[in-house]
Structures are given as structure tokens and as C-alpha cells.
């Protein structure tokens, strides 16, 4: 009796604590008893492992894999700026700042980011046809949009937008999508390696998937990675193998650092069975020179790995001397056919300078693979029946955009370009506000949407931030989100050179706040450094 | 050399065969060598163990989980469906038939359903709300989509659709769906219980990859199930513990069947972690009594499961003396609160009278479960970023449909009555047409979309799909197919009791084509009875 009236107490602690007598003391009623087969509750010989039934479901039962799994980019810091932000809301003039500035995720709308009209006209219309042939819709939308439309129509069998797709994708945008991987490459694309998906996360969880078996697979990453990586490894079991960027060398990837982590993988056992490269790079904003590419290709050749191709920020490039090449036409201008190299790309619609995230469309290109294999693909796409359909045509329209003489094209080209030369603008400022701290050092970001500072912390502040039980560019993170609502993800979420502290700022924040971003920061910076100095 | 040649031959034969020396005859470019570290592939280490190197990924390397799955809803009588499409559009006449006709997936406006005006209105609206205060919008929409699009945007932070949102999806909307779910079921739901999903089948694999830890982990599920449920077993590397509907009282649920399955996994050293109810039935169409229900949620409250209640169907009831009841209805109407059991819903926007598959939208309500359990299940959801916001905009209109006085009330009340008796009015057609078949039985379709005949095949019959190396179900739809062009789902993709075979059948052609159903499929029946016959 004593046990119950402890689990009771518990129970009032919290209410997910399940006393493991309570239903015993609960008289059933008659129609619940009614429904019980012939062993009741009372005499069922599964009350006497009681201790295993209750509660039903614990960290110590569920799957270790998701525990182990980390996602840094919406961890414990965006929980504390979210809670800063009902905060604020409840009680304005309750913190030093007047609003959160996240700076922590790559979503360019949640930051006051104007879709590009074109797109969404074509989405509108295809999501309700039935005005397609209304004149009130010729003054409403331009006259392109309403015949992309149509033709997008057209390519859904039936027009039925509202259908789940073959599990690949509708297959007429796969054909548009194909062209404009050919128009991009100059190589050709096949509609039939072309996957939808919805944006570029559950492509890289299917190959996983399908690559890691157990803890002896290994799939080498990039340190510093996006989490993405890290925690589908998790979530799949199999071991992450890293490779360090050298960020002396504006985060340079090394092929003697690849052998060396390979064999160092193999040593302890462990095939490897892929690579993943992101270029441009997440969070390192490096982009890969054509050379250092084709080495990675020959590399991958070489060694017979999957070569895992993020390249969700193609059409992010900021520097005039450095150009997006895909790893489909580095791999074919080496000469290597389809038959070579087993080689993944994967491309969402929530980057480039549309930066639609909320529309999760994507895609991934998957070459290299064999009949067999390729059909264990389609299999696993087909169990989740196909991705949204809205999604599949914005990637199709990403991939053939408005030309010169469409009527929207000019608009859409000023859109655009708008976009990306304030991107550019506003990377440069912070680059340059970052390396202006003391302790501070910044990389170009040459493409993506993200800069990747290191930061030299003061002992006395590693030694706060141990006491504070946190990594220390977390404690730093902390401090700065608390003092003036700017939200960093601290670079221990994207994994580090171990003893080097980072943090990861998106550039997305609209040009107007930049300014108020750098003072804060700077004023932020100072004082912490002159708080912790040695 | 000869190996080389043999290699040479083999990849003549098979495009994905990579013969092991093949790059090694191929001259480095000068570019290609000089980026190749130190080692060089005549010299490096690697090309020692060559066995390992081609193909990269075979069968024999990938993930067995991913092998051992399957998805018969689009398994292979759907490919050869859509050969013959193919073909017929290729040649017209070259089919003893002129359509396929798909009865093989739960997919409505492929087959001509049209959307709900309401919805997509409000849909445009939200992809293109620059529209929104234009007088011809005025004309082309109804006044309360316009009014509910201003409600949607004004739910969603700076009304950015092409935002990621909050992992479970936006607040405002999960707050419109647990007002929905309050009002169907007369008691409270949280919306910090709502996690929006791209459709149930994401949400199904979340909970199982939650729950699956090794093939220790059991599931109970019932058999005949929907594929989607084994394949997510499967891929998790889960135990189906299965529980047989009792087709002679209209595949009934009984718990004594339930108690049994579980003490056999017991005895083989499974731990049973949870139980799949499908209500309204997939692929049977039963419509759970209430106090079936009942017992089902006493069964896992007393066993400690979690019960996943498939409730996707829940708008899908056909016949007046049975009613849908939700899990969380019927375990709070017991007694039962939020720290009694576990419990997780699923809905989606693709079933209902909306059948909106394509948007890929859809919920799971999670209830009972720890607050450091639900981390993880928040944390799982967040490595996927969070499902596209129209899904999650149309999750919560079909929680929220048009109601009396709204301008759109009449058209949107006439446009739901008419799919719903239409659907009605096909299943009992159907049914009838199936009772009437020689050796075949076919209980009442009283939800859902599906009816599942059992058909008592010749043993002759049962002989040549031996011979053909089919299951039995598989080659008589398989020949029904070639002959008529109608497709069927085998009872094998669903499992079913050893020894009985049945077919899935959805109620979904329009109803201009049943009749041609019907009597196509009796005339083929009948003549492969007579081919058949012992």
C-alpha cells in the first residue's frame, strides 16, 4: 500500500508517471468488464510482470537510435528563443531587446522573404483550375503563368492535382525536370533517375536507408556537417565516418584527408559505403573548385562509394570567381558514363533564391545503380506513396524558370536578382562585422546561406561554460540570445575540429536588420569578451 | 586478361556490371592524376581488395530490412497495369479492352472524383495571396474562402506559406484541429498533442521507429492490413505480431484473438510494444461497435500497449446503424485520461469525401506519453524540418469545413452528400456483383473504400499459379487484368488466413464505369471458372 501512495504522489509530480497498481484499485465497470475475455484484469498472468507494463512506453524502451539521433539546428537554443518570444509577447519591454533575430535556420520567408510571383501564380492556378478559364483571371495573373498552367495540367494524368502521383513523381515534370538538369549540365538527364521528393531531407533518409545496415556501415560526412547528416546516420545506425574541412584553406577539402579517414574506418572494421559532399557548402559557404571536384569523383571511383551530392545550393553562388558545377557533370566530363559511379544528387526547392521551404519539394537524381538496386528504391519511395504534388510542380518550375520574351520574365528576373544580390550584400557585411570581433575569424561565405565563425574563447569563459555544464560555444550562444534576442546555432551542433569553437549565422535576416545585428553583436561581443578576458 | 574480357562481356550483357579492372586500362588524364594524392590508384592499397569494390551496391550490401519489405498497392500487378496503359496508348486495339481500370489503391481523383471547391479555393488564395485584395478575386472566389484564406494567413507567423514551420506543424492550425477534433468527439484536445504530418504515412513510421528497436519489438496488427503497416515493420526491423479478423462475423475483432497473439509472441521472446486498429477497416471495410472498441482500449490499458488507431477513414461510414467513434472518444468516455493509456490517432486528407491525396496532408493526435518520450517523438519530427504547409492548411479545413450560413455551405454540403452516397451506392453494387460470383463471398463494405472478397479457387486453378509461380489471389488477378484490364490488389499483399485468397477491390471507379466492371469481371469469372473447374 505504501507503493501505491508513492506512485499516487509521483503521480502529482507528473502526470506521465502511471502508478503500477492504479487500475487495479479502479473498479471496471460492467461493459468494461463485459469485453474482457475469460482472464480479467485481476487474474491476467500479464499483471504479474507488472513492472514491464507500466508506463508502457520510456527512454529506457523506446528505439536507443532515436536518442542517440541530434538536430541541432531546432535544439535547445531555438527552444529557449521560442520561449523568449512568447515571453516578449505576453510582456513587451520584458527583455533588453524588443524581438528574437534568428539567425539560427536557412528560411528566407519566415524572414520577410517574397516568394517569386510567377511560381506561386502557376501553384494558385493549378491548385484551383476551375478559374483557369475565367476573364476575371487575365487580369489576375500574367499571361505565362496561366499557360504553364495548363501545361502543367496537362502533364498530370487527368489534371487531377489532387492524386498521388506515380512514386517517383509525375512523370511529365520529371521530363521538364530532366531537360532542365541538361540545359544546366550539357549532359543529358534521364526522367526515369529523377525521384520527387518532399524537399531534400527524406531523399537523404531513403538513402541511408537503403545504404547502412548495421553500425559496420559507414558513411563519410564533412566536419563541420548540416545535422541532417548526422542524425539520419543515427536514426539508421551506421557509423558516421568524418572527414575534416581545412578551414585555413576557406574550408578546403583534402583527398589525403579522405584516405586517411577511410582507411582509419576500415581499421576499426567498418566498410564505408558513401560520401556525402555539400556544395555549396552548409555550414562552411565554401564552394568546390572543378578540380578539387574531379579528384573527389576519382576518389569515390576509386574506392567504390556512393557519392552522396547535396547540392540543394546551387543556385546560391556570391562569388564571381567561383561557379556551381554538379558532380553529374564533373563525373561525365571525366568521361565516366552512367555505368561508372554510383552518384546521388539532391536538390530542394527550399533553397536557390525562391527559397520556398514551407512547399517541401525536391528532388534527388540517382544514377550509377543497377536494375535490381534501383528497384529497392523505387520500393521504398513507393511506401510512402509519392511526395506532395504542389512540391513536385514547383520543382519542375525551379528547374525551368520564365525565359527571355515570357511575359513575367522580366519581373522575375528583377525578383531574382534582387534576392541574390542583396544575399551577397548582406554575407559581405557579416563577414566583415564577424571579423572585426576580437578572437573572431570568418571564411568567405562564397555560396549557400550560412557563415561558419570561429571563435577564441577566453579559458575563464571555457571554465563558466563547464560549470554551466554546456559547450562553450553554446554557453557563448546563450548569453548573446539572452542579451540581445540574435539566435546562432553554436557550432558543436555541426560537429568541430575538436577544442575549435564556431557558430553558425544564416544571412537571411532582410537587409535592415543587419545593421541593428552587427551593433548588437558587436556591443554583445565586447562586453562578453572584457567579462571573461583572462 | 581474361577476366578482364569476361568483365568486358558481362558489362556488354549488364549495363550495371562493373568490371573490376575496367579503370585501370582507362589512361588518367592529366587533370584526373594530378589530383589524386600521394597514392595513385596503380599503387593505392585499395585496389588490393577489388572483390569488395564492384559493384559498389548490390543486393548483397544493401540494408536486408529494405529487401524484406513490401508494398503490394504498387507491387507488381500495378506495374504490369501500367505496361498495358502504355501499350494500349502506344497501339489502340492492341488489348482486349480499351481502359485500365485501376480498382487497386485508395486514390479518388485519379478516377475523376473532383476536389471540394471550398478547399482548394482557399488553397489559391493562400499560394497567392497578393490576389486577396484585388476586386476580380471577388468574382472568382466565394466571400468565406476569401474570409478563411485572411483567417489561414493570419495563423500563420508573417503569413508565410514558403516558411518551414514549427515541427508539428503551425500553431494556429493544430489549434483549429483540435477545436475540430473537440467538437467530433465532446471531449477536450490539446493542439501541443497535433503533430501535422505530409499525409498518415509519415506519421506511421515516426511511431514505429519510436517504438522498433530490434525484432524483439512486436506490433500487433490485424491480418488482412494495409501494406503500409508490415512494410514499416519491416523496415524498422519490428516483429508483426499478427491478430486475424474473423471474416465470418464481418471481420470481427475479438480480444480473445488479441490475448493469443499476444502470449504466443510472449513465449517466443517478443515484447508486444503496441497494437495497430484500422476503424473503418483497410482492406475490409468493418466499422468497429463501440463496445468492441471498448475492449480493445480495456485490452491495452491492462497489457501496457500503446494502440495506434488508424482513424483515416473516419468520414468513410455507409451504413446507419454503425457510427465512427474515435479511440480517444471512446477511452475518455470510460474513464480513461490523458496518463491512463497511451494512444496515438492518425488522419489524413487523402480518404474522407475530400480524398485530397496529392496535397500529402494529415495528423497524428499523441496522447499519454511522457514528456521526455514525447521529446523524442518532437525531435524525430524536427529532422524532417515539418510537412508542407498546404497539407497543413487542408488538415485543418477538412477539421474545419464550411458551416451553416457560409455562402459556400449549400455548394460544399451538396458536393460532400454527393461523393458519400455515390461511394454508398458503388460498394453495395459491388458487393452484390461479388456475392454473385460462383465461389465467391464478399462481406458488406460498411466504411472506408475497399471491399475484400475471398474467392474459393479450383484446385486446378490453385495448380497453374503453382506452375506459374504465383500465389493463387496473384494469378487471378493477374489473368483478370490481362483480359479485362481491371485491376485488383491480390489478398496475398494483405496476408490472410493460410489457405483463403481474396482480392482488394476499392469502391472508387466513377459510377458510369461500375457497370462495365461488373459485367466484365462476372464474364471473365465465369470463363475462368470453366477453364478451371476440378
Chains 1, 2 share one sequence.
Not at 509521483?10 to 508517471?17: A, H, R, T, V
Not at 525562391?354 to 513507393?382: D, H, L, N, W
Request: hydrophobic share 35%; net charge neutral.
Amino acid at each position: 500500500m505504501r507503493r501505491f501512495v508513492i506512485g499516487k504522489a509521483k503521480s502529482l509530480l507528473n502526470p506521465s508517471y502511471h502508478s503500477q497498481n492504479h487500475t487495479l484499485l479502479r473498479p471496471l465497470s460492467a461493459s468494461q468488464s463485459r469485453f474482457l475475455s475469460s482472464t480479467s484484469v485481476l487474474d491476467s498472468p500479464s499483471t504479474s510482470s507488472a513492472s514491464s507494463m507500466y508506463p508502457p512506453v520510456s527512454l529506457d524502451t523506446i528505439n536507443p537510435k532515436v536518442l542517440q539521433c541530434e538536430y541541432a539546428v531546432r535544439g535547445e537554443i531555438v527552444t529557449l528563443a521560442q520561449r523568449l518570444q512568447d515571453e516578449l509577447k505576453a510582456k513587451p519591454g520584458s527583455q533588453p531587446f524588443e524581438e528574437i533575430l534568428y539567425c539560427n535556420i536557412g528560411n528566407p520567408q519566415s524572414l520577410g522573404q517574397q516568394p517569386i510571383t510567377f511560381f506561386r501564380e502557376v501553384l494558385a492556378l493549378c491548385d484551383h483550375p476551375a478559374i483557369l478559364d475565367k476573364s476575371e483571371t487575365q487580369g489576375l495573373f500574367s499571361a505565362d503563368a496561366i499557360e504553364r498552367a495548363w501545361q502543367v495540367l496537362d502533364q498530370i494524368p487527368g489534371r487531377a492535382t489532387g492524386a498521388y502521383s506515380h512514386s517517383q513523381g509525375i512523370k511529365g515534370l520529371r521530363d521538364t525536370i530532366a531537360a532542365g538538369i541538361e540545359a544546366r549540365d550539357g549532359f543529358p538527364a534521364n526522367p526515369n533517375d529523377i525521384f520527387l521528393t518532399d524537399g531534400a531531407s527524406p531523399a537523404v533518409h531513403m538513402m541511408m536507408q537503403l545504404l547502412i545496415s548495421s553500425e559496420k556501415d559507414g558513411i563519410l560526412c564533412p566536419i563541420p556537417q548540416y545535422p541532417l547528416y548526422s542524425a539520419s546516420i543515427a536514426l539508421h545506425g551506421g557509423s558516421l565516418v568524418p572527414y575534416y574541412l581545412d578551414e585555413a584553406t576557406g574550408w578546403g577539402l583534402e583527398i589525403s584527408e579522405l584516405k586517411k579517414q577511410l582507411e582509419d574506418a576500415k581499421s576499426k572494421g567498418i566498410t564505408v559505403r558513401a560520401l556525402v559532399v555539400i556544395n555549396p557548402g552548409n555550414p562552411t559557404g565554401q564552394v568546390l573548385a572543378e578540380d578539387n571536384q574531379k579528384a573527389i569523383v576519382e576518389f569515390c571511383k576509386q574506392e567504390g562509394l556512393v557519392l552522396l551530392a547535396d547540392e540543394v545550393y546551387q543556385e546560391n553562388v556570391y562569388v564571381p570567381e567561383k561557379k556551381f558545377h554538379s558532380f553529374k557533370k564533373i563525373s561525365r566530363s571525366m568521361g565516366y558514363g552512367e555505368e561508372d559511379i554510383c552518384l546521388v544528387s539532391f536538390q530542394s526547392v527550399s533553397k536557390g533564391y525562391y527559397g520556398e521551404c514551407g512547399k517541401r519539394g525536391g528532388y534527388m537524381e540517382v544514377t550509377g545503380f543497377s536494375p535490381e538496386v534501383r528497384e529497392q528504391i523505387y520500393k521504398v519511395a513507393s511506401v510512402n506513396l509519392c511526395s506532395n504534388i504542389s512540391g513536385q510542380i514547383l520543382a519542375s518550375l525551379v528547374m525551368s524558370p520564365p525565359k527571355v520574351g515570357d511575359e513575367s520574365y522580366e519581373s522575375y528576373s528583377a525578383e531574382k536578382e534582387g534576392i541574390l544580390s542583396s544575399l551577397a550584400r548582406r554575407a559581405k557585411t557579416l563577414e566583415d562585422a564577424f571579423n572585426n570581433l576580437e578572437g573572431v575569424t570568418c571564411n568567405k561565405a562564397e555560396g549557400a546561406m550560412y557563415l561558419f565563425p570561429r571563435i577564441r574563447l577566453p579559458q575563464k569563459a571555457i571554465k563558466a561554460a563547464e560549470a554551466a555544464k554546456k559547450a562553450p560555444d553554446a554557453f557563448y550562444c546563450q548569453r548573446l540570445l539572452n542579451a540581445t534576442g540574435i539566435v546562432f546555432v553554436p557550432g558543436s551542433g555541426f560537429r568541430q575540429v575538436p577544442g575549435t569553437w564556431h557558430f553558425r549565422c544564416t544571412i537571411l535576416p532582410q537587409e535592415n536588420k543587419i545593421p541593428a545585428i552587427v551593433s548588437r553583436l558587436t556591443e554583445f561581443h565586447k562586453s562578453f569578451m572584457d567579462e571573461f578576458r583572462d
